[in-house]
């Protein structure tokens, strides 16, 4: 049964033995947050947009980091498909190494030698280390690793149906223009990140109106940026690093500990929604939506709203009538 986000809070008072605040006033608190929010938010998003300006302003750009499932088709699921097919058995030997060859590549060159690098793969596959100048590797002639020693089984020899799926999806046009702009600043971990605090400002066990749902993407993409600017600027900095290993996968996970970080935008909401308030209260009577108000309140209880200029209009004819 799903719960909603005032049904939980509720539930979490009564715990406490604490009074809670109706339904209908929690839901219509929301919508008087809704304007400060999204003032706060453009200003928010126009800050941080001054920043990158200032940044990376006169240089190359900037890289903007994406997910990982959606770069080059899923590159990792592909070979993990490909090695299904027969007589491709020995590219699940390559599986992992493939991708941190990829990695590594990402990591110490930039531009077209990242590609060049990673191409490299398909002579190491076939156990050559030293070969010709060939226009899919550059200026790379060898592998950077030191003389390997002893018998390779998992070696694919050109020619074979395994290195003829591994060498149209190491050349797919695709990728090769992809890794060109490729930065290992960012992909995955920091989508992971976006997602888990949208799950803290909205949670998928609870249900919330439509309106509100919006407003937690801005929340927490104020959040998520609050921390890459400061990242930027030095002032977030790491703790400490551990490595994790996760369940179902080989490689370990590092989870980086950095110091916390001021959020002002919250200050800056929370006192933009009294401030809206107290300046809707201080309007002249001529300029109040009298009707909009019953209206609004009569939503949330769930009421048919009720005319009162109508209401007006025939005590006015009934006083006629007596007169």
Known sequence: MLLTKHQELQRWAEQLHLAFVSDSFFWKWFLWCKPAIEKVYQQHQQKVLDVVRRKYGGTEGLHIAADGVFDSRGYSALIGKEAKNKGCIPLSVWYEKLKTHMWTAIEVCEGERIRHIFNTCLKHVQDVHPWPKDEITGKFTRCGHPPLEGPRPETIMEGTPAFHRLSHLVLNKNLQKDLTKASPRG?????ESKNAL???????????????????????????????????????????????QRKYFRRTTRMVFKTPVEHLWRDQIAQAVPDARREHHELPPEDVDLQGMIDAEAAFEEAEPENIFEDIDSDDEKYEEEL
């Open 187 to 191: 992909g995955t971990s920091i989508c």
């Open 198 to 244: 949208d799950r803290l400002y909205c949670r998928k066990e609870i249900f919330c109106p439509l309106f509100t749902y919006k407003l937690s993407s801005m929340l927490s993409t104020m959040h998520f940026n609050t921390h890459r600017v400061a990242e930027m600027a030095g002032e977030r900095r790491v703790q400490r690093v551990i490595d994790v």
